[in-house]
């Protein structure tokens, strides 16, 4: 399984981004797919992700401003982040079982 994320970038406060998630390889039903990030100095953290059974799930913080998508047939998953805070900084990850994308970074200034 290989995952590539793009679309990160540098935007101010109140802005928005598109994050995308192209994977290859074999993809495993018993296992999500999402987002996670982090943080200079903090743990890596669940952003927003899919459960084996469709479920959406996100970080409370970002519940209202991001939203989770996937097209299966594009084998791509994304990431629309809106109303974005300093606090969002981060490197944001793609994430399939035990799968890791190399990361793209956020950076969001006051």
């Known amino acids: 399984v290989r995952l590539v994320e793009s679309g990160g970038g540098s935007v101010q406060a109140g802005g928005s981004l598109k994050l995308s998630c192209v994977s290859s390889?074999?993809?495993?039903?018993?296992?999500?797919m999402g987002w996670y990030r982090q943080a200079p100095g903090k743990e890596r953290e669940l952003v927003s992700v899919?459960?084996?059974?469709?479920?959406?799930i996100y970080l409370d913080s970002v519940k209202g401003r991001f939203t989770i998508s996937r097209d299966n047939d594009k084998r791509t998953l994304e990431l629309v982040m809106n109303s974005l805070k300093t606090e969002d900084t981060a490197v944001y990850y793609c994430?399939?079982?035990?799968?890791w994308g190399q990361g793209t970074q956020v950076t969001v200034s006051s």
């Open positions: 994430s399939h079982c035990t799968y």
């Open positions: 390889g074999y993809t495993f039903k018993k296992c999500g």
């Open positions: 899919f459960t084996p059974d469709d479920t959406t």
